[in-house]
């Protein structure tokens, strides 16, 4: 692979002028504060400090954890990417000192102190120092999604009072130039890729961006940089708003410092030799923590993917990166099993034995290193020659240590089916609140199912438990977020007065404190007769015995009998959107029924009696494992076209939008009641 070193930003020389570095072990100054919560983004917060163990660790800024590694890692590359199909990279000292430049040119640009920097783009170099350069200059860094619509990014631009917002191309410039008018605190946009179509005094491209600070003295940026506090807001995390306007999630240095060193003391990960792929929404803190913060803590080495990543290439980008550890979310796995299954069923017979074998050789393997026995069955081995190694380099994932997922649910079945394949995927759980992880799983010490063990330092109360032992997970630790921006309200719904962030996740411990979360609160039905019924099992259990299925949704909240929405599995275009044609994994799927059909229309037309009956029969086996009556699901209706992210369906981490689905299709859900005497 061809790589040279480089700046994608500016004219930065090969041979870099010394880095003008603070020092890094200067005692962590705090301002004092009496409170654990604020709604203010200019007031400081009491950090829930304890006198031992990893509670009681030094509090730092975010400049300060990035020295630490320019210190000790400055020449090694820090961020990886693609200039006219080459990759590039830049080393740390680089990277630290575009963020400097980038704080310069904020600052000149009258960045305001606690004052927004809006990031609308694809994840990129020019992101990340966008972002970090926001903080050294003692702004918000704030993400935008690139999905937002024009009143959806200036009601979060709005909101953060952004001085400055930086957009990628001509597509996201559009969207702020339809608002901007709205926006009393812009003072200047610049955009990162692409040249601009038209000039306006208030615009920039990036190169002309970072000249605006170079004279600004190295002096003048370390008085503002000195006066960072590690118990202060540096960073604002969206919601997605699917109940509402979204929420500012304030971070501190502190969240964002404290949380991701900790969390990386449980994984086993070397210092300078690991190696990500930045391909989730740079807006959602799971992606920041692991693309962003994980590289300054650990000189971690990020590969930007490509803007297409989702709709395919990210394979490509896998395969040429090879990290170390990967994040996917659940519909990212699914995806890769989809297409290895869909691979596996157009193999000889021969090799489709041989492929079982090892996933039964693979599986026993797997359960048995989970349960602490080590035992190797005969035929691992050849096993591992014949088909895991070759699986795991045809993913890109050759050289993966740890594979994780999080932000949504996960199925058994894909748990089990990479399992099979010597790849365990390992559970994080957390919230935006909870500055990403809350439990962690690891390698040496994880449960299929179970989202991990608590972080060290930190706490997990289950508040009000029912005969299961199920209750609303709360968390207590410095992880946990300053407060929703101007929402103070809604900051004393998430903290009680005791200081715990409760989730809106029930879980439940098993006997070794392993968690798992058994619903959401805000996702159980409640039926007519007062039954509390968490939908994902149920919508998980269909998938899994339907193969055609790819997105279930159950109704019934206040209604006598529960029902569902479906779709069928279909293929995407270069846009990521659904289109009408089937899957291969449908089409076959049909044929096995004897059905012709190779377009979701097709089987929708005449609600192709084969396929219903197959799904009429799944779902009845699925109510044969009801616990109750008011548990089984009486109707369902296939939707004509599957859920996305465009369609609105799906939030920017694939997760599902209920409340925005159930309004979508309100007139389908209505016919499936009118009448109803069930």
Not at 349 to 360: F, G, I, S
Not at 566 to 587: F, G, I, M, W
């Amino acid at each position: 692979m061809a790589t040279r070193s480089g700046c994608p930003c500016c004219s930065v020389a090969e041979e870099p002028k010394p880095v003008p570095l603070q020092s890094s072990n200067a005692p962590a100054a705090l301002t004092p504060a009496d409170q654990l919560w604020s709604t203010s983004k200019d007031t400081a917060v009491r950090l829930r400090m304890e006198g031992s163990g990893p509670a009681a660790y030094t509090p730092i800024t975010a400049h300060q954890m990035f020295v630490e590694t320019v210190e000790s890692f400055g020449d090694h590359p820090a961020l990886a990417y693609k200039e006219e199909g080459q990759w590039v990279t830049m080393t740390f000292k680089q990277y630290y000192q575009q963020c400097r430049a980038a704080a310069k040119s904020f600052l000149r640009l009258g960045l305001e102190r606690y004052h927004g920097v809006g990031i609308l783009g694809f994840n990129s170099p020019e992101w990340f120092i966008s972002d970090i350069g926001c903080i050294f200059a003692g702004g918000l860094a704030t993400g935008i999604y690139t999905t937002n619509s024009p009143e959806a990014c200036h009601y979060v631009a709005a909101n953060c009072q952004a001085n400055i917002l930086v957009v990628e191309n001509q597509t996201q410039l559009s969207k702020i130039l339809q608002v901007k008018d709205q926006l009393p605190h812009l003072k200047a946009i610049v955009q990162y890729k692409g040249q601009l179509q038209h000039r306006a005094s208030y615009l920039y491209s990036w190169a002309d961006f970072l000249k605006m600070g170079e004279d600004m003295t190295d002096q003048e940026l370390n008085t503002v940089i000195s006066s960072l506090r590690a118990n202060e807001c540096c960073s604002l995390i969206y919601t997605s708003g699917t109940t509402g306007n979204p929420k500012g999630v304030m971070l501190s240095h502190d969240n964002v410092t404290w949380t991701v060193r900790t969390a990386l003391s449980v994984v086993n990960l070397e210092r300078g030799q690991e190696v990500v792929v930045s391909y989730l929404p740079l807006s959602h803190a799971a992606a920041q923590m692991f693309d962003m913060w994980m590289c300054i803590a650990y000189a971690v080495t990020t590969y930007f993917a490509q803007p297409d990543a989702l709709k395919g290439s990210l394979g490509t980008t896998l395969k040429e990166a090879r990290p170390t550890c990967f994040l996917g979310v659940p519909r990212v796995w699914e995806k890769m099993e989809e297409k290895m299954k869909e691979v596996g069923a157009k193999a000889p017979p021969m090799r489709k034995k041989v492929a079982a074998w090892a996933k039964a050789i693979g599986l026993q393997y797997n359960y048995s290193a989970m349960n602490g026995e080590h035992a190797v069955p005969w035929g691992y081995s050849m096993a591992n020659s014949l088909v895991f190694k070759k699986v795991r380099a045809a993913l890109g994932l050759d050289r993966c240590k740890v594979c994780f997922t999080g932000a949504a649910p996960i199925t058994k079945d894909t748990l089990d089916y990479f399992m099979s394949l010597n790849m365990p995927i390992l559970e994080i759980y957390g919230m935006s609140e909870s500055s990403g992880p809350h439990t962690v799983s690891c390698n040496e010490e994880y449960r299929i199912t179970s989202c991990g063990k608590v972080m060290p330092g930190c706490k997990t109360k289950l508040d009000k438990p029912d005969a299961d032992g199920s209750g609303e997970i709360c968390f207590w630790g410095r992880h946990v977020f300053m407060g929703y921006l101007n929402m103070p309200e809604k900051t004393a719904e998430a903290i009680d007065q005791d200081g715990w962030l409760h989730s809106g996740d029930l879980g439940k411990h098993d006997q070794r404190n392993f968690l798992y979360i058994t619903g959401r609160i805000k996702e159980l039905i409640i039926t007519a007769g007062g039954e509390n019924i968490p939908p994902v099992p149920i919508e998980d259990a269909l998938k899994s015995e339907v193969s055609i299925i790819s997105n279930a949704m159950l109704i019934g909240d206040q209604r006598k009998f529960l029902s569902m929405l479906l779709t069928l599995k279909c293929v995407v275009d270069d846009n990521a959107e659904p289109t009408d044609k089937l899957s291969p994994e449908a089409v076959d799927f049909c044929r096995r029924l004897g059905v012709a059909a190779t377009k979701v229309s097709e089987v929708n037309a005449n609600k192709e009696p084969a396929v219903y009956n197959a799904i009429q029969e799944g779902l009845e086996r699925v109510n044969a494992r009801a616990t109750s009556n008011a548990q089984k699901v009486q109707k369902f209706v296939v939707l004509d076209r599957d859920f996305s992210i465009a369609g609105g369906e799906l939030g920017p981490t694939m997760k599902l939008r209920r409340p925005i689905v159930a309004k979508m299709y309100q007139d389908k859900i209505e016919e499936m009641y009118a009448g109803a005497r069930l």
